[in-house]
Structure formats: C-alpha cells, structure tokens
C-alpha cells in the first residue's frame, strides 16, 4: 500500500478517536476542562496505539503462541506504567490540578487499563487490514507476472515452429528453382515482419492477425496443385477489433499438417465471422475415412496451449469446440471482447 493511503487511514482513524473524546464533553462535563484532557487523552492513546502498532510484528514472530502472549502482556504492562507516567505529572505538574480530588486509585489504574487494550485491538485491527491489503496486492502482482511469463512460454513454443516450416518450404521452392520462390520470399518477410514487431504486444489489430493467416496460407498454397484446396472467407468487417496475436494460426498450422490430399477441393475451410463484440473462427478438415484424428488435434501439446492462452487472455470469455467425424475435423472458436 502507497504510503500516502496508510497516513490517510491513520489520520481518519484520529478523528474518529477525537470525535469520540470530545464527544462526551456535550453531555455531562465541563466545557474548561475540554481541551486540557484532550490534550493528555490524545498523547496516551497515540503512545499505546503506537507502541503495539509497530511493535506487531515482533510480537507474531514466535513460533510458540504462548510467547508471544507473554511478550505482549509485558508491553501492555509497560504501556500502562507509560500512560500513568504521563497522566498523574500531567494532572499535578502542568495543569495543577488538586490531585486530592482525583487520586491515583484503582478506579483510575483499571481505566487505563481497559484504554490500552481498546488501543491494542484498534492498532492491530488496522494492522491487519494493511498487511492483508498488501498481501492481496503482492498476490496479484505475483499472479500477473506469472500470467506473463506463461504467455511468454507458451508463445516462444509456437513461433519457432511456423518459422521452420515456412523455410522448409522455401527450401523447396529455391531447390527446385521455382518462379513462385520470391512470392514465397515476400510472404516469408510479412510473416517475419508480424511475428517479430507486431505479436510481441499483447493485443494486434485482427486486420493484421487476418494478414498474417493469409500470408502463411498464401506460402502454403505455393507447394499445392491444387490452388483450389483452401478456401478463407471473412464475413463482417474488422476494423478497430483486436486479438491476442498468433491466436488463431495452430488450427490452421494443424489442418495444413493433417488435411488429406485425396478429397474433392475445397480440403480446408476457414471461416471468420465478425461482429462488434465477438469474433467465430472455424476450420475444417478433412481426413481420410475410417482414420482417427492426429494426437496433435485432438488434443496433443500445441491444442493444450492454445487453451491455457485461452484461459489466461480470455478467461469466461471464450467457447472453444473439437468435433472430429469419421472423415473431418472441426474447431470453432468464439472469442467474445
């Protein structure tokens, strides 16, 4: 806590323990006598708040709770010699008052008493609601910084693997000294281009998340025959929407990776359907019949983080739906902003 608040608390608490002394004064006392008990009132009760305030957490540090009542005891017993030692020189000394008219009996002695236990309860009341506000703050932070770091992780392991793939395909093209080569070389640099500047922020503009699956399907079109096999339609616009970056490009990656080559044009459908406050991205694939979906889609390492992004981005905030058939597999993804 800012150092700026907990003066605040304290200073609020002051007056509220003014409020109470002045109080009774509007009741049944003598108004001369206000200022000058006032006076003693606020420094006792500021010495035996106090002095347990930052005494608090010597008094917790034993392991053995019988210690630390002991000790805790002992400071009360010297709060209280304190409290009397400022209050009877006070009354007799500086003010002059008759002493014979208030003397220093057991009325007096149990009265100081009960003030440095009601001062123990307030100083530890407000020490605990400091110390849990801090904690709770330390925890956030402690959570955030390990969201980050997970996020960090989980991103690292999916970049290298699309930057491999892409130049094992441009390997190919440039061995075979294919004219689609510099088009797979300009695609290559848009890809480079976002991984490396735009998906290191925590949200990119979904026109760029968009660019990017184009550029890499684009790059994965160039090694088929058939350019027919891919279909992307993008329903909505998507303009001023965001997305965390490097999202959506696994499912994709994962129907090139298991997509089967012998089925009638289109293989691969991906749709993107926009709104102003929800975004459904869906690929599908097919594979041959009677074969059961890769590990890797159904539910392998690269599926696990997408939905551990999921849940640290998009926590409640996101429905992610499997369905493999005897001959294709879906994924729907819905993201809602």
């Known amino acids: 806590m800012k150092l700026k608040y907990k003066i605040l608390i304290h200073v609020v608490f002051w007056l509220y323990i003014f409020?109470?002394?002045?109080?009774?004064?509007?009741?049944?006392?003598?108004?001369?006598y206000l200022v000058k008990d006032l006076i003693i009132h606020m420094l006792t009760g500021m010495v035996s708040f106090y002095g347990f305030y930052f005494s608090y957490k010597y008094l917790f540090r034993f392991e053995k709770k019988v210690y630390s009542v002991l000790v805790g005891l002992a400071l009360a017993a010297l709060l209280l010699v304190?409290?009397?030692?400022?209050?009877y020189p006070y009354w007799k000394y500086i003010i002059g008052y008759d002493m014979t008219k208030m003397p220093l009996n057991k009325e007096w002695i149990f009265n100081d008493i009960r003030l440095v236990m009601i001062f123990f309860i307030y100083s530890v009341l407000i020490r605990l609601a400091i110390n849990?506000?801090?904690?709770?703050?330390?925890?956030?932070?402690?959570?955030?910084?390990?969201?980050?770091?997970?996020?960090?992780?989980?991103?690292?392991?999916?970049?290298?693997?699309?930057?491999?793939?892409?130049?094992?395909?441009?390997?190919?093209?440039?061995?075979?000294?294919?004219?689609?080569?510099p088009e797979a070389l300009m695609k290559l640099s848009s890809i480079m281009r976002y991984m490396l500047y735009d998906a290191t922020t925590d949200k990119v503009l979904l026109e760029k998340e968009i660019e990017y699956l184009k550029s890499f399907i684009e790059l994965e079109k160039l090694?088929?025959?058939?350019?027919?096999?891919?279909?992307?339609?993008?329903?909505?616009?998507?303009?001023?929407?965001?997305?965390?970056?490097m999202l959506l490009i696994p499912f994709?990656?994962?129907?090139?990776?298991?997509?089967?080559?012998?089925?009638?044009?289109?293989?691969?459908?991906?749709?993107?359907?926009?709104?102003?406050m929800e975004i459904t991205f869906e690929v599908k694939n097919f594979i041959?019949?009677?074969?059961?979906?890769?590990?890797?889609?159904?539910?392998?390492?690269?599926?696990?983080?997408?939905?551990?992004?999921?849940?640290?981005?998009?926590?409640?905030?996101?429905?992610?739906?499997?369905?493999?058939t005897e001959d294709s597999f879906v994924v729907k993804l819905i993201i809602r902003n």
Request: hydrophobic share 35%; net charge positive; proline share 6%.
């Open 252 to 276: 994709v990656e994962n129907a090139f990776k298991h997509a089967s080559r012998t089925v009638p044009s289109p293989g691969i459908m991906i749709s993107i359907d926009i709104l102003p």
């Open 132 to 181: 849990w506000y801090e904690n709770q703050k330390l925890q956030a932070d402690f959570i955030n910084q390990k969201q980050i770091s997970e996020l960090a992780l989980l991103r690292s392991q999916v970049n290298p693997h699309f930057f491999f793939n892409t130049l094992n395909n441009i390997y190919s093209l440039v061995y075979q000294k294919s004219d689609d080569a």
């Open 288 to 324: 041959r019949k009677n074969q059961q979906a890769p590990k890797d889609q159904q539910g392998g390492i690269g599926l696990i983080n997408i939905r551990r992004r999921l849940e640290l981005l998009y926590p409640q905030k996101y429905s992610l739906d499997i369905t493999t």
């Open 82 to 87: 304190c409290r009397i030692g400022m209050e």
């Open 223 to 245: 090694r088929l025959r058939n350019k027919d096999y891919v279909t992307l339609q993008i329903n909505g616009t998507a303009e001023g929407i965001t997305i965390a970056p």
């Open 19 to 32: 409020n109470q002394a002045v109080f009774p004064y509007f009741l049944n006392k003598e108004v001369p």
